[in-house]
């Protein structure tokens, strides 16, 4: 595990994470910030607690807007869908090596 420092909405905080994982949790802090900023330089909404529960609600949207509304793979993540490719992936390799021997 690795100590991550990241600054939200001008509040810094010290997360830990995998070594593998830090470039995805900085996008994901920078992401989050930007949408809180946004959010309080509109002026509307008063208070961070108010202000991060905006935000997650609008990420929560655009997260559940880019699920399949029906189908197969409709209640899977975007990891979950990743594997499944994967494991298409090896599958179609395992059916095609032999084919490679006539050519």
């Given at each position: 595990m690795?100590?991550?420092?990241?600054?939200?909405?001008?509040?810094?905080?010290?997360?830990?994470c995998k070594a593998d994982e830090q470039v995805a949790l900085q996008a994901a802090c920078d992401y989050l910030d930007a949408r809180m900023c946004t959010i309080r330089d509109a002026g509307?909404?008063?208070?961070?607690?108010?202000?991060?529960?905006?935000?997650?609600?609008g990420i929560a949207a655009e997260l559940l807007s880019t699920k399949a509304p029906a189908g197969p793979l409709s209640e899977l993540s975007m990891a979950e869908v990743k594997l499944q490719i994967s494991?298409?992936?090896?599958?179609?390799?395992?059916?095609?090596?032999?084919?490679?021997?006539?050519?």
């Open positions: 690795i100590q991550l420092q990241v600054t939200i909405m001008g509040q810094p905080y010290t997360l830990a509307r909404i008063k208070g961070n607690d108010r202000i991060a529960v905006m935000a997650a609600l494991s298409m992936h090896t599958v179609l390799d395992a059916a095609l090596a032999p084919q490679e021997n006539l050519f």
